[in-house]
């Protein structure tokens, strides 16, 4: 049966990386000192430590407040593009204001 052997850095137990073994019989025997046959379970976030008898991993919250996701800068396309949308919608705001006023004034001379 399939095995994955877990190994911890020696100096701040924090997970380092994980071997195969396709039988039994491939396994380093004994097992090194810093290695388990445990895995770390779903939905751990780094820091990946190992206390001896289980992996311990920061909770989801906590890790996305220290690793927040950057916003990105707007590329020179995306910039003028913007301007040209802030632009047309002005425009239709100033020719909607000036028919109102044609109206007003064609009204104002019919009288």
């Known amino acids: 049966m399939a095995k ?3 190994y911890w850095d020696r100096e701040t137990h924090g997970l380092n990386h ?3 073994f396709m039988t039994d019989d491939e396994l380093p025997n004994p097992l090194p000192d810093n290695a388990t046959l ?3 379970t779903n939905g751990l ?3 990946i430590t190992w206390d001896g008898t289980a992996w ?3 909770d989801k919250d906590e890790w996305l407040a220290a690793h927040p996701v950057p916003v990105p800068d707007p590329t020179a396309e995306q910039a003028m593009i ?3 949308a802030t632009d047309i919608t002005q425009m239709k705001q100033m020719i909607m204001s000036q ?3 044609i109206a007003t004034l064609s009204k104002g001379s019919a009288e």
Do not use: D, R
Request: no cysteine.
């Open 56 to 58: 311990n991993g920061t």
């Open 4 to 6: 994955i052997l877990y």
């Open 99 to 101: 028919a109102s006023q």
């Open 38 to 40: 445990v895995a770390p």
């Open 82 to 84: 913007m301007q040209q």
């Open 45 to 47: 976030y780094e820091p």
């Open 18 to 20: 994980s071997e195969f």
